[in-house]
């Protein structure tokens, strides 16, 4: 299972079946991305994405996970820029599987080919000679998933990345990846909003010996304590939250009184809401580590505690029962 070793300022975790030691919470490259695209955040200041890298890394997070479709290629593209004067440099991890076309529209695969025409662009973007953690983004198209992860396998013999996992995968999916190589990683969503991942994938992951990076535990900045009905009403068009569920009516106003339970939680620590939503996701034996984003370097200092905050017991049973009595 997992190990746990000091870094320079925080403890960090063996990742799955790998020698990654990861920090408790690492820096998501989502948002920086920018605009106009599907699964868009709205418009980014590219030297505010720099700024903020820098910050998170200075401040000793010891990972990246961004993924060639978050902006069309333009959030590795950003992090190369960050990580090229960098003397020491942190762990890098991209997804492959979602493609687009001139249009900008969004098209899925994991053809062979099509594997490797990604991964050596996003070498390139990233400026890098092998990524320490690839990983299969969605499990689709369904029926190529064998060819999918048969190709990564490859990459890693070949020595171009280093270790290989997969995101947003099922247990029988992760059955069937598993006869043809080991899987280092899985990166699930998983939230006070999200659960699902507790009856049987995070079980199967303990098992296994597979590491968990989950993604959005603060649920979007949903559960941040700053959000509320009337910014979402001003986010960007082209924001996807203000198409989701959990940004609108009927569940919205619930979600919003979660998160001012986790700001009174917070605030006996000094802590923002964000923080402790985070603290929830990682009291999870199953969890490696969590994927944190941040747009601009004082959001990094808000979530930064995350690192080391941890919530009690008596804690996690008001959360549980506030959870009951809000179903």
């Known amino acids: 299972m997992a190990t746990t070793t000091t870094s320079a300022k925080f403890t960090t975790r063996n990742l799955g079946n790998s020698d990654l030691q990861l920090t408790p919470i690492g820096f998501g490259a989502w948002a920086i991305g920018g605009g106009n695209w599907e ?11 720099l700024r903020t890298i820098e910050h998170a890394l200075d401040s000793g997070l010891n990972w990246i996970d961004t993924a060639a479709i978050y902006g069309l290629g333009h959030s590795e593209e950003v992090v190369g820029r960050a990580l090229k004067h960098r003397a020491q440099k942190p762990y890098i991890f991209t997804k492959c599987s979602m493609r687009w076309h001139a249009d900008r529209s969004i098209h899925r695969s994991l053809k062979r080919e099509s594997l490797q025409e990604e991964l050596e662009n996003s070498l390139r973007r990233l400026g890098v000679d092998v990524i320490d953690l690839y990983q299969i983004h969605w499990p689709m198209p369904e029926e190529e998933i064998e060819e999918g992860w048969e190709t990564l396998a490859r990459f890693k013999e070949q020595g171009k990345v280093r270790y290989i996992g997969v995101s947003n995968f099922n247990v029988a999916q992760m059955k069937r990846v598993q ?12 939230s006070l909003l999200r659960r699902e991942i507790e009856a049987e994938i995070l079980p199967f992951c303990r098992e296994h010996n597979i590491g968990v990076i989950n993604y959005s535990p603060m649920v979007s900045g949903l559960l941040t304590g700053k959000m509320t009905a009337e910014r979402i009403r001003n986010l960007p068009q082209d924001d996807w939250r203000k198409r989701n569920q959990n940004f609108n009516e009927p569940k919205l106003s619930r979600n919003l009184a979660l998160a001012e ?26 969890i ?6 941040a747009r601009r370097p004082d959001q990094v200092d808000g979530i930064l505690p995350a690192a080391t905050f941890r919530l009690n017991d008596a804690e996690a049973a008001r959360v549980e029962q506030w959870l009951a009595e809000h179903p």
């Open 288 to 293: 490696t580590a969590a994927i944190v984003g």
């Open 261 to 286: 339970l986790l700001k009174e939680i917070g605030r006996e620590h000094g802590v923002q809401a964000g923080v402790v939503a985070i603290a929830w996701t990682l009291r999870n034996p199953a």
């Open 179 to 190: 006869k043809i190589a080991p899987i280092t990683s899985l990166q699930p969503p998983y």
């Open 39 to 49: 699964f868009a955040w709205g418009a980014q200041d590219d030297d505010e994405s």
